[in-house]
């Protein structure tokens, strides 16, 4: 609870900061040039409120960079025409300063960091996609893999093209959830089982948009090899699906995956009408 007070306490002093940098740069524009970096700079604040609904990728902070740019001209602007000056007030030596540092920053800097940062990116995701390779393909004899569960990104969004081994025969690979909560399995048939996620729905867009077609009770859909059908739904998004599989879940073939406290874990298969707890994945 400390460190979260800590951080927003930080954040907060950090925000006001550039808030007063800001209008710092601004008092030294002409007046004819100070409507228009308002503009820009309202937009760009603007534009960072749809990043909160979503994680904040670098298409979302394309509009916040636009005017951060802006930013940085007006910075560097001021620099050229301080740095001729013969005599600079403390105050304006302090902008002079910190206008420095922030170009120095993000044309200096930050181009120097994206070598190291795009190696260290790469090592990371080989390493993510070794061990996720050593679980679902930890069987000589895996080919489909069924994903349970899992909001990483390597795992749901690329899938099997990817963490496929080259040497392994070709297969399918399903993915039926992609949330953060916990997940309870029923096995109702020898290649059928109910699962059911706790708290919140299942993200369903490879299958169906619930937002432009929403699902109730008793829609299925389909892949190759995997039936799925909606026991239970909120506002158009299930929460509680059957799956019936083409094959037994003991199929020395198949393997039942999901990301248990940020791990990608085998999940065995209950016996005939008992059930399990999936924790939630956690950690991702």
């Given at each position: ?20 940098w ?34 904040p ?77 050593s ?11 069924l ?13 099997g ?69 909606v ?54």
């Amino acid at each position: 609870m400390t460190t979260t007070i800590d951080f927003e306490r930080g954040a907060l002093a950090l925000v006001l900061l550039a808030a007063v940098w800001v209008i710092a740069v601004r008092s030294t524009l002409p007046r004819t040039k100070r409507r228009h970096f308002d503009w820009i700079a309202v937009g760009s604040v603007a534009s960072l409120l749809p990043t909160l609904c979503g994680f904040p990728e670098d298409r979302a902070l394309l509009a916040p960079s636009l005017g951060l740019a802006t930013l940085l001209g007006c910075s560097m602007s001021f620099v050229i025409r301080e740095w001729r000056q013969p005599s600079v007030s403390r105050r304006r030596k302090v902008l002079l300063a910190s206008c420095c540092a922030f170009s120095v920053l993000h044309l200096v800097v930050s181009p120097l960091r994206i070598p190291g940062r795009c190696l260290d990116e790469n090592s990371r995701a080989q390493g993510e996609l070794a061990a996720v390779r050593s679980v679902a393909f930890s069987s000589p004899d895996a080919q489909d893999v069924l994903v349970l569960n899992s909001p990483n990104w390597l795992v749901g969004q690329i899938g099997g093209s990817v963490v496929r081994p080259p040497s392994s025969e070709p297969g399918r690979w399903w993915l039926l959830s992609m949330t953060q909560s916990e997940h309870w399995l029923k096995r109702t048939g020898p290649r059928r089982f109910e699962l059911c996620s706790v708290g919140t729905a299942f993200d369903v867009h490879y299958f169906r948009d619930p937002n432009r077609n929403p699902l109730k009770r008793g829609d299925e859909f389909a892949q190759l090899g995997l039936r799925v059908r909606v026991l239970e739904s909120i506002r158009g998004w299930p929460t509680k699906i059957e799956v019936d599989l083409d094959r037994t879940l003991e199929d020395p073939a198949l393997v039942m995956v999901s990301h248990v406290r940020g791990q990608l874990r085998v999940i065995e298969p209950p016996s005939l009408h008992e059930s399990i707890r999936i924790p939630s994945p956690g950690g991702l």
